[in-house]
C-alpha cells in the first residue's frame, strides 16, 4: 500500500478533528455558560436548546443532513465527504465536552466572554476550512457563495450569524445578543486570518531606470527572489523594467533603502500580500551572502 498517497487525507482527517474539538470546546464552556448566541446551524441548535433543552449534539446533526447533501451535489465528492467528517465530529466532540466536568471561570465578564468564545471558535473553524471542510450549517452555504460569488467565507458567515441572532432575541436578553455580535465579528476575522494563510507579507512594485542593479544587491540582502516585469512610461513612452518582489513587512525599511542608494526618485509601491508561498516563505531560505551584498553596493564602490 502506497502510504504517501493516503497521508494529505490523513492530515485533513487529523486537522478537522482538532478544529472541531476546539470549536465545540468553545461552544460547550465560554459560549453556553455565559449565555452567548451562535450564529448558522449552531445558533439554531442553541435556540432550540434555550426553548426546548434539545441536546446541540443531536440537533447539529439532524439540521445539516439536508445541507450536506445540497453541499454534496454542489461542493462536489471531496467536499461532501469532508463536510459529513466534519459534521459527524462536531456532534461527537458536543457530546464529550459535555461529559466532562470542566469550568472557565471568568467572571461573568461578557466582554472577555465574547473576545474569547470569538477566538477560539474561530481558530477551531479557521482550521477546518483550510483543509476544505466544513463542521455543516452555514459554513457550507457561505464556502458554495465562495465559490460561486467570491465572498468570503468569514463575511459571509457574519451576515448569516445576524440573522439568527436576531431569532436568538426569543431566549436570550439584547445585551447578551449585542455581545454576541462581538463574538460573531471576532470569529469572523480569525476565519479569514487563518484562511489567508497566517503569514502576511508585502509586495513591493519598484519603477525605476536602476532596478538592473538594485535586483541582485536586494536578493543577496533579502534572500527573497525578484521578477521584471515589462512595462512602458505613459508619458515618455520608453521601456521600464518593473522590480517586484514579496518581502515580511519588518524588511521593507531595508528594501527601501537599498533602491533610495540606487535611485532617489524611483517610484515605489507598497501593497498587502494576504498569503504567500515558496522559497523563502514556505521553503527554506537561501543563505544571504554578505560579502557579495558589500561588493554590489552602490557606498561601498564610492
Excluded at 457561505?142 to 459571509?156: D, F, N
Excluded at 462581538?182 to 508585502?202: E, M, P, R
Excluded at 512595462?231 to 523594467?241: F, I, L, R, V
Aim: aromatic content about 10%; glycine content about 10%.
Amino acid at each position: 500500500m502506497n502510504v504517501n498517497k493516503y497521508t494529505p487525507l490523513l492530515r485533513d482527517l487529523v486537522l478537522i478533528l482538532i478544529g472541531t474539538c476546539i470549536y465545540a470546546f468553545g461552544l460547550i464552556y465560554i459560549n453556553i455558560p455565559n449565555s452567548l448566541a451562535e450564529g448558522g446551524v449552531t445558533g439554531i441548535t442553541l435556540i432550540l436548546r434555550g426553548l426546548f433543552g434539545i441536546n446541540p449534539a443531536y440537533s447539529t446533526f439532524i439540521l445539516n443532513i439536508p445541507i450536506i447533501i445540497l453541499g454534496g451535489q454542489i461542493l462536489g465528492k471531496r467536499s461532501f465527504y469532508y463536510t459529513i467528517f466534519g459534521t459527524t465530529s462536531l456532534s461527537i466532540w458536543l457530546f464529550i465536552w459535555q461529559k466532562v466536568p470542566l469550568a472557565i471561570n471568568l467572571e461573568h465578564d461578557l466582554l472577555i466572554s465574547a473576545l474569547l468564545a470569538g477566538i477560539v471558535a474561530g481558530f477551531g473553524s479557521g482550521i477546518v476550512y483550510r483543509v476544505g471542510g466544513t463542521t455543516g450549517g452555514s459554513d457550507v452555504i457561505a464556502r458554495i457563495l465562495e465559490k460561486k460569488q467570491g465572498i468570503s467565507v468569514g463575511r459571509s458567515l457574519f451576515c448569516f450569524d445576524i440573522l439568527i441572532l436576531l431569532a436568538s432575541l426569543t431566549y436570550i436578553d439584547l445585551k447578551k445578543m449585542m455581545y454576541t455580535l462581538i463574538f460573531s465579528y471576532v470569529f469572523a476575522n480569525i476565519v479569514d486570518a487563518i484562511l489567508d494563510g497566517g503569514y502576511s507579507a508585502k509586495g513591493i512594485l519598484v519603477i525605476s531606470n536602476e532596478t538592473k542593479k538594485m535586483a541582485p544587491v536586494l536578493m543577496a540582502v533579502t534572500g527573497r527572489g525578484t521578477s521584471f516585469l515589462k512595462g512602458e512610461g505613459a508619458y515618455s513612452g520608453t521601456d521600464k523594467n518593473i522590480l517586484y518582489m514579496v518581502v515580511t513587512s519588518r524588511e521593507v525599511m531595508e528594501v527601501k533603502r537599498i533602491i533610495a542608494e540606487y535611485d532617489p526618485q524611483a517610484f515605489i509601491s507598497v501593497i498587502n500580500v494576504h498569503e504567500v508561498t515558496g522559497e523563502g516563505f514556505t521553503y527554506k531560505r537561501p543563505k544571504k551572502n554578505f560579502l557579495k551584498n558589500l561588493k554590489n553596493s552602490p557606498s561601498s564602490q564610492k
